[in-house]
């Protein structure tokens, strides 16, 4: 079992930053790949970004990619979201959760654990 705690959202004008903050405890945190995802009103849950068990691999939805950066530290068992350039489309509930996989991935089903999530509003 692996419990997931975010924190770090709130709210922002249009072009602000905020950094998310996922920490996990329960099994060895490196052993799992980790990702971001998010859920506006009324909309699916959509993968955000992606990181693998190491660090030295990650992946990016367009919509994010070159704004958004991931990263973990297993030493902290934390994985970071650095949200740059933010847009009001990017409000939204965000989500942590980790796969007990070394690789990590887009779709939401393929991942076992979930945060309870934290509330990103970007202010036009």
């Known amino acids: 079992q692996v419990q997931l705690v975010e924190s770090g959202g709130g709210l922002v004008q249009a072009g602000g930053s905020l950094r998310l903050s996922c920490a996990a405890s329960?099994?060895?945190?490196?052993?799992?790949?980790m990702g971001w995802f998010r859920q506006a009103p009324g909309k699916e849950r959509e993968f955000v970004a992606a990181?693998?068990?190491?660090?030295?691999?990650?992946y990016y939805a367009d919509s994010v990619k070159g704004r958004f950066t991931i990263s973990r530290d297993n030493a902290k068992t934390t994985v970071y979201l650095q949200m740059n350039s933010l847009k009001p489309e990017d409000t939204a509930v965000y989500y942590c959760?980790?796969?007990?996989?070394?690789?990590?991935?887009?779709?939401?089903?393929?991942?076992?654990?979930w945060g309870q999530g934290t509330q990103v509003t970007v202010s036009s």
């Open positions: 959760a980790a796969r007990a996989s070394w690789t990590m991935h887009t779709q939401k089903a393929e991942y076992d654990y």
């Open positions: 329960g099994r060895t945190f490196s052993n799992y790949a």
């Open positions: 990181i693998t068990w190491s660090g030295r691999n990650t």
